[in-house]
């Protein structure tokens, strides 16, 4: 890919998180593909069985799913809303750089959930510290240089338009 086969413009904050939202929509299948092997294999019975291992698991089949598709350009969301994670030079991810995003995109939750973690509270009030921490989080790329996510920053990527593909009529 040269610089000129995308632009250097961010998409807007709305845009991205729309691709977020369908992002995670997307995700609910993966979670039925993985929960359903990790049960099969593991014999668990009961969801509550073998949580933390299935978290985990979760966690790298995640990995998996957005390294590939990252160093690819795209997930199916991201295409959708025409979106593409290149390098801050404009060039495709590496599987370590993309490895290197998917760890730092967990500063979307981690803080939150590590807030909520020594207070009893309440699913209701889990979810809007979650929410609220999500907002702040997503609010905070205003402030960056390049409208960029900050774990975009941290990460030497960023998120671009990507060029809509011609369609050609016979």
Not at 82 to 105: C, E, F, M, N, W
Not at 146 to 166: C, E, I, Y
Request: with cysteine; glycine share 6%; hydrophobic share 50%.
């Amino acid at each position: 890919m040269t610089t000129s086969d995308h632009s250097f413009i961010a998409p807007s904050l709305s845009r991205r998180m729309a691709c977020w939202m369908y992002e995670g929509t997307l995700l609910f299948g993966v979670v039925f593909i993985a929960g359903y092997l990790f049960g099969t294999l593991s014999q668990t019975r009961n969801a509550l069985d073998n949580r933390n291992a299935l978290q985990g698991f979760l966690f790298v089949v995640f990995g998996i799913y957005f390294v590939w598709l990252w160093s690819k350009g795209q997930t199916l969301a991201m295409k959708t809303w025409h979106i593409k994670v290149v390098d801050r030079h404009g060039q495709p991810l590496t599987q370590a750089r993309a490895l290197l995003r998917y760890v730092l995109s967990w500063l979307w939750f981690v803080p939150a959930l590590a807030s909520i973690a020594p207070f009893r509270l309440s699913p209701v009030q889990s979810s809007v510290v979650i929410l609220g921490w999500v907002a702040i989080w997503a609010v905070s790329s205003r402030f960056h240089s390049q409208r960029q996510f900050w774990h975009d920053a941290m990460a030497g990527t960023r998120l671009v338009v990507a060029n809509k593909p011609s369609t050609a009529r016979a």
